[in-house]
T-cell receptor
Framework: GNSVTQMEGPVTLSEEAFLTINCTYTATGYPSLFWYVQYPGEGLQLLLKATKADDKGSNKGFEATYRKETTSFHLEKGSVQVSDSAVYVC???????????FGTGTQLKVEL | DARVTQTPRHKVTEMGQEVTMRCQPILGHNTVFWYRQTMMQGLELLAY????????DSGMPKDRFSAEMPDATLATLKIQPSEPRDSAVYFC??????????????FGPGTRLTVL
């Protein structure tokens, strides 16, 4: 079956620092890849996605590129803000797109 | 701005009581998912429906949990009888798909269940 591995958290950064959260996956076929963000007390919100190799998903300053050769989908942002503090969850879907496989999530804390 | 809605947002109940959680998927979405989130297990898929028909409920404890879609605008998840180990946040998500594919899943805000 599919699996997703994310870097352990929490990740603590100063405001305006560069962010990278690593995500690697194993999947059969042609997976679609997602990053979700979860703020405290809320559900998961789709942050960005990519559906084929070399696609770059982007939203709100965050980017991730679908790298089939390294089976990775690392999340990056050039300058984080305190408001970016949340849990970031990487996910993959294959097999008819019915079942998302989630990573364990990485908590990001951004301090002034 | 279309959103998945869930009710109630919070539920505290005593062991043995019935709990019903409701979800209204985004209008036009034909696939509905139920997830459970705990600190220990993370996000677990409990069940999902397409066009109101259950496609997979293998993640759900069959003896006490049941999921239904009475109509296209309402999905329910029931626990009877509830147990303390059921305490978690339950999320509903919806998406659109055909021919076995589902597009992006959109999550509701969740129901935080506490069973005493």
């Amino acid at each position: 079956g599919n699996s997703v591995t994310q870097m352990e958290g929490p990740v603590t950064l100063s405001e305006e620092a560069f962010l990278t959260i690593n995500c690697t996956y194993t999947a059969t076929g042609y997976p679609s890849l997602f990053w979700y963000v979860q703020y405290p007390g809320e559900g998961l919100q789709l942050l960005l996605k990519a559906t084929k190799a070399d696609d770059k998903g982007s939203n709100k300053g965050f980017e991730a590129t679908y790298r089939k050769e390294t089976t990775s989908f690392h999340l990056e942002k050039g300058s984080v803000q305190v408001s970016d503090s949340a849990v970031y969850v990487c996910a993959v879907v294959t097999g008819g797109g019915n079942k998302l496989t989630f990573g364990t999530g990485t908590q990001l804390k951004v301090e002034l | 701005d279309a959103r998945v809605t869930q009710t109630p947002r919070h539920k505290v109940t005593e062991m043995g009581q019935e709990v019903t959680m409701r979800c209204q998927p985004i209008l036009g979405h034909n696939t509905v998912f139920w997830y459970r989130q705990t600190m220990m297990q993370g996000l677990e898929l409990l069940a999902y429906f397409r066009n109101r028909a259950p496609l997979d409920d293998s993640g759900m404890p069959k003896d006490r949990f049941s999921a239904e879609m009475p109509d296209a605008t309402l999905a329910t998840l029931k626990i009877q009888p509830s147990e303390p180990r059921d305490s978690a946040v339950y999320f509903c998500a919806s998406g659109s798909g055909d021919s076995g594919r589902t597009d992006t899943q959109y999550f509701g805000p969740g129901t935080r269940l506490t069973v005493l």
